[in-house]
């Protein structure tokens, strides 16, 4: 999706097929943690993996750590965003 308004649009179309929700952390018309959190008060069993490049307070990692969610640091490798949605799915 291009913004998180084309995000939620779309999830409101597939929630029920969907398992897994990657985003970055820092989107440019929203927070990504806050849009993972519209999509779980919709899905509950939903997972997540977010990402980000910053390591400043623009990551919002006190909310990420709080939540739970699995996080994947950029840059990474194909091969971590692989292991990651695996053991996001696992």
């Known amino acids: 999706a291009a913004n998180s308004e084309e995000a939620l649009r779309i999830f409101d179309d597939v929630k029920q097929d969907l398992d897994l929700v990657v985003s970055d952390v820092v989107l440019t018309d929203a927070s990504g943690v806050d849009l993972v959190e519209k999509m779980l008060s919709v899905k509950p069993d939903l997972r997540i993996l ?41």
Do not use: D, H, M
Request: glycine fraction near 8%; charged fraction near 25%.
């Open 50 to 90: 977010l990402t980000s490049g910053y390591a400043n307070g623009k990551s919002q990692w006190p909310r990420i750590a709080e939540r739970g969610f699995r996080f994947l640091p950029k840059p990474f490798k194909l091969i971590e965003l692989l292991r990651s949605v695996k053991a996001a799915l696992c």
